[in-house]
């Protein structure tokens, strides 16, 4: 991966720490190696159609899929990537958090369930852009 | 010294829902000052939450989420009365814990 092994202080263990940097969704996705996620109806990604306030955007994801992790992606950010939640044993695969949206845009989930990617995408329209990380 | 986290974990029927309020700017870094400067990004990259020293929620963030992020998540195996702890760090290397009791 490309942001590399590196311990994390506030946190015993090692964990794959993610870049969140300007560049192209797709390579994001290639750098997950999910580029071939599937996109799947076991995940559902909640978000407004339109936004009044792209600040802040409700956004929650829940899977029935045995979810290791998710991630949350907005294509048309300068940073697509958002944030990626980690769920431990006993932790139900379920998030909610605001995201930031520049503009409108295809707000993209990835889930990792038993080593292979899913996905769910939604549009959402962005009616005053929030400077989208 | 940053604000403290608002923690809210209420259990029912087995599971533990639970809220973490962060007091954070979330600076993305494209924003721009009254005198057309780059507002310097700074924003919290990690998040923990552990119950009786377990994890049971971790979030690395980006500037993408909004500021004062308040995080939404639930877990098995909490049981009323016990010490819920959130922990964050972010991009400067400022760390924050706080500390909050299932309900």
Redesign the interface.
Known sequence: MAAGLTP????AGN?V??A?LPEPMERVLADLGADAAEPSSAIKLLLPDVAEDG???QM?LATTLPARRALVL?RR????????????P???P???????MAEDSEVLALVEAEGRWYSASRQVKVTVG???? | MPEAMRIRAVEKDG?VDARVQIRHDME?G??KNDAGELIPAW?I??F?VEVEG??????????????N?????????GLKGQAIVA???DSRGE?REDRGVIE
């Open positions: 994390w202080p506030v946190q964990r720490r993610r969140f600040t802040a955007v929650s907005v950010n300068r940073i697509p990537l958002v944030a990626e939640f980690e769920f431990a006993g932790t139900l379920f998030v909610a958090a605001r995201i930031k929030g400077c989208g990380g | 599971v993305s494209s924003r924003y990259t990690q923990t377990r994890e049971v929620f971790n979030a690395q963030l980006g500037p993408g989420v909004s500021r992020p308040l995080l939404h998540f639930r877990f098995k195996d922990r964050w760090e760390t």
